[in-house]
């Protein structure tokens, strides 16, 4: 029996604390883009998987393995974003025009949690990750914006 207790950092801690929160978001937002990126079309599909590999490194990055620049990474979303934006949208579609865009919306309002989760850490080294995450919600919702145009 594990005592509700893992190891994380080498640590053995609390499965109640926060940061598994944090990472299991950051598993629930990566599991839906998974199932987005099943149905999308290839163009989609490689905008998606190369997030999924962002996700697995920010995993990496919060388990203490892997150190990440998340400031560059958050200037290449913002120039995803401004490519596909579109400044005539005004509103906030509802979710389930299609499978694919019901799955990025989803992903978004994980990701939105996710962001907020990863603010309660309060942890300074997490400012640009919070930044990122930020871009990325945006970008999945332009995202979806595309594929609610289809």
């Given at each position: 029996?594990?005592?509700?207790?893992?190891?994380?950092?080498?640590?053995?801690?609390?499965?109640?604390?926060?940061?598994?929160?944090?990472?299991?978001?950051?598993?629930?937002?990566n599991a839906v883009l998974g199932i987005a990126?099943?149905?999308?079309?290839?163009?989609?599909?490689?905008?998606?998987?190369?997030?999924?590999?962002?996700?697995?490194?920010?995993?990496?990055f919060l388990a203490g393995n892997l150190k990440?620049?998340?400031?560059?990474?958050?200037?290449?979303?913002?120039?995803?974003?401004?490519?596909?934006?579109?400044?005539?949208?005004?509103?906030?579609?509802?979710?389930?025009?299609n499978q694919i865009s019901a799955f990025l919306?989803?992903?978004?309002?994980?990701?939105?949690?996710?962001?907020?989760?990863?603010?309660?850490?309060?942890?300074?080294?997490?400012?640009?990750?919070?930044?990122?995450?930020?871009?990325?919600?945006?970008?999945?919702?332009?995202?979806?914006?595309?594929?609610?145009?289809?």
């Amino acid at each position: 029996m594990d005592k509700s207790r893992t190891f994380l950092k080498g640590k053995k801690c609390l499965k109640s604390s926060s940061i598994f929160d944090v990472l299991g978001d950051l598993d629930e937002l990566n599991a839906v883009l998974g199932i987005a990126r099943s149905k999308a079309s290839p163009k989609l599909n490689q905008q998606i998987l190369k997030i999924q590999d962002d996700l697995i490194e920010i995993g990496g990055f919060l388990a203490g393995n892997l150190k990440a620049d998340f400031s560059s990474k958050a200037v290449l979303l913002e120039k995803e974003i401004q490519k596909i934006a579109d400044p005539k949208v005004k509103i906030f579609s509802r979710p389930g025009k299609n499978q694919i865009s019901a799955f990025l919306h989803l992903g978004r309002s994980l990701c939105r949690r996710l962001e907020r989760r990863v603010i309660d850490l309060k942890k300074k080294n997490l400012k640009d990750l919070i930044v990122f995450l930020d871009f990325l919600s945006n970008l999945l919702f332009w995202l979806v914006v595309k594929e609610e145009k289809k």
